[in-house]
């Protein structure tokens, strides 16, 4: 079993962090570029932020720039993705995905191959 669990979501208030962790299973990740994806509803599925295989390069959406951190821990086959500053806007369902590159690709659905079931956040006053 290949498999990426994702955990970490709820409601916050804006202004409030969230810090969200993915769970690889079934196979190792040092090999792998990890991207987290977001959808709220209604709305396109839409590149978050990833990381390269061995963390030495970060992606940021423009949107989370200065708010969100992405991290990576090889040894405990995780990452994770600190949220800080939470908007309203930043609602949706979180998924991670793995990237069959050392290094990320564009944010582009068919380039990665294993998809987590997603995480709730929901920032909300």
């Known amino acids: 079993q290949l498999q990426l669990v994702e955990s970490g979501g709820g409601f916050v208030q804006p202004g409030g962090s969230l810090r969200l962790s993915c769970a690889a299973s079934?196979?190792?990740?040092?090999?792998?570029?990890i991207g987290w994806f977001r959808q709220a509803p209604g709305k396109a599925r839409e590149g978050v932020s990833c990381?390269?295989?061995?963390?030495?390069?970060?992606n940021y959406a423009d949107s989370v720039k200065g708010r969100f951190t992405i991290s990576r821990d090889n040894a405990k086959n995780t990452v994770y993705l600190q949220m800080n500053s939470l908007k309203p806007e930043d609602t949706g369902v979180y998924y991670c995905a793995r990237a069959p590159y050392y290094y990320c690709p564009a944010y582009v659905i068919k380039l990665y191959d294993y998809w987590g079931q997603g995480t709730q956040v929901t920032v909300s006053s």
């Open positions: 990381i390269s295989s061995s963390g030495d390069s970060t």
């Open positions: 079934g196979f190792t990740l040092d090999s792998s570029s």
